[in-house]
């Protein structure tokens, strides 16, 4: 009879994992060092993560998962412009509260994401951003353009910024908010939308 995954043993793991990735980075880091820290034998390790990208990769889903749970109340607010405004900034805030991960993935390890092993909370994520758009399309309060290419564009201009702010070693990315805001709003919003 197969073992059930222990959720707190996993949350251990991934939790010891971001420990051992920033303080030996993702290169250097072994699964030896991750379940020595999570207190568990290696074998047991290799139960819930076949390897390191693999659990590296569930760090980022996880992530992603939070800021999917932080982004969902806000794409129910009624007014389009507040929804967009508050999606932008609680999404930027959010990123740069863990700029160490994704900087351990996105710029040291060089982690390459393949297409058939995409995070399942990114696409969860683009799927839900892209739902909430498409409803607002169709009551005219944003122009009308493929949702899911949408919202995968929003997505992809928010995380240039964070990424751009971990490359210059910046914590604050104010400056690039009015600009980020203002074209995302112009992109979107018709002259006097109804919401």
């Not at 609680?90 to 982690?111: K, V």
């Not at 683009?126 to 009308?144: C, D, K, N, P």
Request: glycine letters at 4%; one cysteine or more; aromatic letters at 6%.
């Amino acid at each position: 009879m197969a073992r059930t995954a222990d959720p707190h043993r996993r949350e251990a793991i991934l939790r010891a994992a971001r420990e051992i990735f920033m303080e030996q980075g993702y290169t250097k880091a072994r699964m030896l060092d991750i379940a020595a820290r999570a207190e568990m034998a290696t074998g047991t390790l290799y139960l819930y993560f076949d390897s390191k990208q693999t659990l590296a990769m569930a760090l980022a889903d996880s992530v992603l998962e939070g800021l999917t749970e932080v982004i969902l109340p806000i794409l129910a607010l009624e007014s389009t412009p507040t929804m967009i405004r508050a999606c932008v900034q609680t999404a930027i805030r959010f990123s740069l509260q863990h700029t160490d991960l994704f900087r351990l993935l996105g710029l040291e390890a060089g982690l390459s994401i393949e297409v058939e092993h995409q995070q399942p909370a990114r696409l969860r994520l683009h799927a839900l951003l892209a739902e909430a758009l498409a409803q607002r399309m169709q009551q005219g309060t944003i122009y009308t353009y493929q949702p899911l290419a949408l919202a995968e564009i929003l997505a992809g201009l928010i995380e240039w910024v964070v990424t751009m702010a971990m490359i210059r070693g910046e914590s604050d990315v104010s400056h690039y908010e009015p600009t980020l805001l203002q074209f995302i709003e112009q992109a979107l919003l018709p002259p006097n939308p109804t919401h």
